[in-house]
């Protein structure tokens, strides 16, 4: 099967393993420890049941929506994923072009290959991800770099003071290869995917982290930089660190990795303009919920008081939908791009993104949605009057 044919998330997954070493793939599609929570994000909103609706007027639909002072053409955002410029050439600076082309916002991961400037300039005004580091004069240059790039919106992720224990990336070598025999054998992962190693790891360079070059040593491996993030992500964050942000940025702030409603309470009272239900995609602490069974208790303990997205599991407009339902006003695409960029670059991405808005459409009209903007609980079968 190849691109042209690609009908689910599940095809670009294949085309994405078929494409990219081992090392990279396992990063991508695994998470930490035996990987239930990574599960649960899939299962649980595929055992979610939508409210058919039938003899409705759904002559006209409108699946766009307005978030943070924008207009989406759907309820949906590519959100950051990390090293994404080594699954494709300059792979943020695609999925930026493509998300643009779409009509939805792209978030740049603090980790991603591309540094803010060039995402930037691929397609204006992308979204940026904050990781707090301990050198806080670095963060506010950070912040300074993404703001004089014309980022409008800051994703603050919360839920990585540590890096979770991946198994898939220590047997795959992520985490683990250092010296010349790690570099061997990542040599030998390259070779055997031809295609990758000319578009990305020949054509691809630089394959320095774009936002963190300056603060990162010499690194030669992927191992080296995991090193550097276990030693310099922040474990002291708290809600205190937030005035620092503020004072920092102009724009938005969402807060990303919400699970708990206590969480979201103190993330209202600290005045954020949203957040994002995550788990991280299950590649931190595995075993806690799913977000879309974490979403509804959040969602009622925002109450309204600022937007709620969500992210994890999220496999198809159906999902869209169903998140809408349950109380997100948007969701975060992660892993579902990830394989589409690996599996060809922009045009994939491009790809993706029309095949969630025609499944969301068809999805709005089998349940009499008319307008996304007005998605709520009665769209799901669970607890329908």
Not at 37 to 60: E, G, H
Not at 290 to 312: F, K, N, T
Not at 315 to 335: E, Y
Not at 343 to 353: D, P, Q, S, Y
Request: net charge positive; proline share 5%.
């Amino acid at each position: 099967m190849g691109l042209a044919r690609a009908a689910s998330v599940d095809d670009y997954r294949a085309l994405a393993r078929r494409r990219l070493p081992r090392v990279l793939f396992d990063y991508i599609d695994g998470g930490s420890y035996a990987e239930a929570t990574l599960r649960r994000n899939v299962d649980d909103l595929a055992a979610l049941a939508l409210r058919q609706r039938v003899m409705r007027d759904m002559s006209a639909i409108d699946p766009a929506v307005e978030l943070f002072g924008e207009r989406l053409s759907m309820p949906l955002a590519l959100g950051p994923v990390g090293f994404a410029g080594m699954y494709a050439r300059r792979g943020e600076a695609q999925a930026a072009r493509a998300a643009r082309a779409a009509g939805v916002p792209f978030c740049l991961s603090t980790v991603g290959i591309c540094g803010i400037e060039e995402a930037a300039a691929a397609a204006p005004a992308p979204w940026f991800q904050l990781y707090m580091i301990k050198d806080r004069g670095y963060v506010r240059e950070l912040l300074r770099r993404a703001g004089a790039a014309g980022s409008r919106v800051l994703l603050f992720t919360v839920d990585l003071p540590t890096p979770g224990a991946r198994y898939r990336d220590l047997r795959s070598g992520m985490m683990s290869q250092k010296g010349p025999a790690g570099r061997l054998r990542q040599a030998i992962d390259g070779l055997a995917h031809p295609g990758w190693l000319v578009d990305v790891y020949l054509r691809g360079r630089p394959h320095s982290f774009g936002n963190l070059a300056a603060a990162l040593p010499r690194t030669q491996s992927f191992a080296d930089a995991w090193d550097w993030i276990r030693a310099n992500f922040d474990r002291s964050v708290t809600w205190a660190d937030l005035d620092f942000v503020r004072a920092n940025w102009a724009g938005p702030i969402v807060v990303k990795g919400i699970l708990d409603p206590a969480d979201a309470r103190a993330a209202v009272a600290a005045g954020v303009d949203g957040l994002v239900v995550s788990n991280h995609g299950g590649r931190q602490l595995d075993g806690a919920p799913s977000s879309i069974r974490a979403l509804p208790a959040v969602a009622e303990a925002v109450d309204g008081r600022c937007a709620v997205l969500m992210d994890g599991g999220v496999r198809s407009g159906l999902d869209v939908l169903k998140a809408l339902g349950a109380g997100a006003r948007a969701v975060m695409l992660g892993r579902a791009w990830a394989y589409a960029v690996a599996a060809g670059g922009e045009t994939g991405v491009a790809k993706l993104l029309a095949t969630f808005r025609a499944e969301l459409e068809t999805a709005m009209v089998l349940t009499g949605c008319a307008r996304a903007a007005d998605a709520g609980p009665h769209l799901l079968a669970e607890g329908a009057a």
